[in-house]
């Protein structure tokens, strides 16, 4: 796991487990490549067998998230955009409780704590001295009036809000 960390910079490697598996992939490869130096039914069976398992890698192969934390795909973009338009200023992020363990550790790791990140839950009475939310799409109502949205990540349902100029 190590390795897959380093090698493929997975910055949660226990659940990405399964991406132990690309190794193995190249081992079929290799595998699949002996097959076709062979001969007859086999070679057929082998090159019809390998291609419904390639297409089924490559459909499956995920870089960007995990099935158990796919909330987070863009948690580490949309903390980077805030301390990007931030420029070095200290801002307050209200951030939801799903969204918090991996904002404090890229905020600690590579922004050196700049951002003051504030658990947010779903409900919660909105604190208006707050600069930014990182909040679900779902939960964007009752900001409507205090703040607009900065950027959308559909596929993890996350939105970057700020608020609004007085």
Same mark, same amino acid.
């Given at each position: ?37 062979? *001969?007859?039914?086999? &070679?057929? =069976?082998?090159?019809? +067998? @390998?291609?419904?398992?390639? %297409? ?26 805030? *301390?990007?338009?931030? &420029?070095? =200023?200290?801002?307050? +992020? @209200?951030?939801?409780?799903? %969204? ?37 799409? @779902?939960?964007?109502?009752? %900001? ?23």
């Amino acid at each position: 796991m190590l390795v897959t960390n380093l090698a493929l910079n997975a910055k949660f490697p226990i659940d990405r487990k399964t991406l132990i598996y690309l190794p193995f992939f190249g081992l079929i490869i290799a595998l699949y490549a002996d097959l076709l130096l062979s *001969e007859g039914m086999k &070679k057929f =069976v082998g090159i019809v +067998v @390998g291609g419904f398992l390639f %297409f089924h890698f490559y459909k499956s192969l995920n870089m960007n998230g995990t099935w158990e934390w796919w909330y987070d795909a863009n948690t580490e973009e949309l903390v980077k955009n805030i *301390e990007d338009l931030q &420029k070095d =200023v200290p801002a307050k +992020v @209200g951030v939801h409780w799903m %969204f918090l363990p991996a904002s404090n550790y890229y905020n600690h790791f590579f922004y050196e704590d700049k951002l003051e990140l504030i658990h947010y839950t779903n409900g919660d009475v909105i604190n208006e001295s707050l600069d930014y939310y990182l909040i679900f799409m @779902g939960d964007y109502e009752p %900001f409507r009036e205090k703040f607009d949205i900065l950027e959308e990540r559909p596929a993890s349902q996350q939105l970057l809000i700020k608020k609004k100029s007085q």
